[in-house]
């Protein structure tokens, strides 16, 4: 049983080295002293390490086993690349620095700006927005502005259904209107339906690329000529690009505005809370509303330019999250052009080998061929009285995280899966032999799969309450 640190402590311990003085003390010399208790655990030195080695096996994470968590490419992220962020020379330095003091670190920034520029066929890329979430939110005002700048009055962009959640919040946030389009049974926009929607109100078609059933769309070329005939702008929700790496440069297929997710594709481990990095790149015609200060290069010298009376402003202090701009650096750097691609192909294989597999025992309402990602559902085990949460919650039992579960909602019981490109198949074949299992025990012993978990530290959880009111104190389960 796990106590609490505080419960493990005894009087008297603590973790300091420095024993207390012996020779006789004047309190006068002493002006300072702690009239209370700060509460501290008394635990010694090798007992904090122990309680937080025991917190750490009782917890599962990506170095464990597969994260299949769709939409959230929940990789392996490189160590190597923790480890050059936490350098002296990046992490000792201070944005308020002069400018002649840093040149490195915007050298980096200003690197980092031109590749992801290569690697999405955009013109322009601005790396202060903080999340996926913020960095739409900056794409929208870049929107909202250009158009103001010309004079339009635009106020509706269109979202299809299967577009991530956080994009009509945030075309709500910035003031325009959102509204859905319903993808056709192939999970695809079709032209036609998005034809008769766009018209001379539509300020942007915001598209999650590949969407959240995990499919690129088919009419790409077609939807994106519908909406610039219309005088609308292209929006790409690009925080997967995992999936399109060296094969899709945004820019070059005609999307005017992008974000990315560097704490998704880009080498920074996420979840908890970040630090996370948003980027977000345009095409020329409307690189002036980037936030600033921008980089840029004048002759061989790296400065902050805040030329740009169009921008939107500063959507972020200084200059966004910069040790994740460093472990994306050292990324790219490492993988190289080649490299990138085959992180993106070696995603899809994964993907649709998964999805092969697991489409024997689960629905799988649009077979794809998918991207990075599917959705699989367990409809099928209805008639057990099993739902997907009972599936999900199973997974635990055998040791694997579950994959999202409930999204996209346009796919009852949905199982959204994600293995990315670094898991081998071994560990794909030990994920689809599980699931099997479970699809078996859902026919057999269905009662099994409302119990479960059975095996780990803390039972089925009431979600909500967890999240409100949490307690970490360890309780026997009866
Ligand atoms: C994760 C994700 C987002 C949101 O990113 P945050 O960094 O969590 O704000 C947006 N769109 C898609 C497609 C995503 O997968």
């Known amino acids: 049983m796990t106590r609490t640190i505080f419960e493990k402590g005894l009087d008297g311990r603590s973790g300091k080295y420095i024993q207390e003085n012996d020779c006789p003390v004047d309190e006068a010399?002493?002006?300072?002293?702690?009239?209370?208790?700060?509460?501290?655990?008394?635990?010694?030195?090798?007992?904090?390490?122990?309680?937080?080695?025991?917190?750490?096996?009782?917890?599962?994470?990506?170095?464990?086993?597969?994260?299949?968590?769709?939409?959230?490419?929940?990789?392996?992220?490189?160590?190597?690349?923790?480890?050059?962020?936490?350098?002296?020379?990046?992490?000792?330095?201070?944005?308020?620095?002069?400018?002649?003091?840093?040149?490195?670190?915007?050298?980096?920034?200003?690197?980092?700006?031109?590749?992801?520029?290569?690697?999405?066929?955009?013109?322009?890329?601005?790396?202060?927005?903080?999340?996926?979430?913020?960095?739409?939110?900056?794409?929208?005002?870049?929107?909202?502005?250009?158009?103001?700048?010309?004079?339009?009055?635009?106020?509706?962009?269109?979202?299809?259904?299967?577009?991530?959640?956080?994009?009509?919040?945030?075309?709500?946030?910035?003031?325009?209107?959102?509204?859905?389009?319903?993808?056709?049974?192939?999970?695809?926009?079709?032209?036609?339906?998005?034809?008769?929607?766009?018209?001379?109100?539509?300020?942007?078609?915001?598209?999650?690329?590949?969407?959240?059933l995990g499919l690129f769309e088919r009419n790409i070329g077609e939807i994106i000529e519908i909406a610039h005939d219309a005088g609308a702008l292209v929006y790409m929700d690009g925080a997967n690009m995992n999936a399109l790496l060296g094969i899709v440069q945004p820019g070059k297929i005609g999307f005017d505005i992008m974000h990315l997710n560097l704490h998704k594709t880009f080498s920074t481990p996420h979840g908890g809370g970040g630090p996370g990095s948003g980027p977000v790149g345009v095409r020329k015609h409307l690189s002036d509303f980037l936030p600033v200060p921008r980089v840029v290069k004048n002759g061989d010298k790296f400065a902050f330019s805040w030329e740009s009376e169009k921008s939107i402003g500063k959507v972020h202090s200084y200059f966004g999250n910069f040790n994740v701009f460093v472990k994306a650096y050292a990324y790219i750097c490492r993988l190289g052009s080649e490299g990138l691609r085959d992180v993106s192909r070696n995603a899809i294989i994964n993907a649709n080998y998964l999805m092969k597999l697991v489409g024997k025992f689960y629905d799988v309402e649009y077979p794809g061929p998918c991207m990075h990602e599917f959705v699989a559902s367990s409809v099928n085990l209805k008639k057990y009285g099993v739902s997907t949460l009972d599936v999900a919650k199973r997974l635990l039992d055998y040791g694997v995280h579950a994959p999202t579960v409930y999204f996209p909602l346009i796919v009852k019981e949905a199982l959204m899966i994600e293995p990315v490109e670094t898991e081998k198949k071994e560990t794909l074949d030990r994920f689809v032999e599980i699931m099997k299992k479970i699809s078996e025990e859902a026919a057999s012993n269905p009662d099994l799969l409302h119990e479960a978990p059975i095996s780990t530290p803390v039972r089925r959880l009431d979600e909500a309450s967890a999240a409100r009111n949490p307690d970490f104190r360890w309780r026997e389960m009866e």
């Not at 490195?104 to 927005?129: K, T, V, Y």
Request: proline residues 6%; glycine residues 8%; negative net charge.
């Open 29 to 212: 010399l002493l002006p300072i002293q702690r009239i209370s208790s700060l509460g501290l655990p008394r635990i010694g030195e090798q007992g904090v390490i122990r309680h937080y080695m025991e917190l750490a096996s009782k917890n599962y994470h990506i170095d464990k086993g597969i994260y299949p968590l769709g939409s959230c490419t929940m990789k392996y992220n490189p160590v190597v690349n923790e480890e050059i962020a936490r350098d002296n020379a990046f992490c000792g330095i201070h944005p308020a620095q002069n400018e002649a003091d840093v040149q490195g670190a915007l050298e980096l920034i200003f690197n980092l700006q031109e590749d992801l520029c290569e690697i999405c066929g955009m013109d322009s890329f601005s790396l202060q927005p903080a999340a996926g979430a913020h960095g739409e939110l900056t794409g929208m005002m870049i929107a909202r502005d250009y158009f103001r700048d010309r004079g339009e009055d635009r106020k509706i962009v269109i979202v299809p259904d299967s577009a991530h959640g956080t994009n009509p919040s945030s075309v709500s946030i910035c003031g325009f209107k959102p509204i859905t389009i319903k993808s056709d049974d192939r999970g695809m926009i079709s032209p036609s339906d998005l034809k008769e929607e766009v018209n001379s109100e539509t300020a942007v078609i915001m598209l999650t690329l590949p969407n959240t």
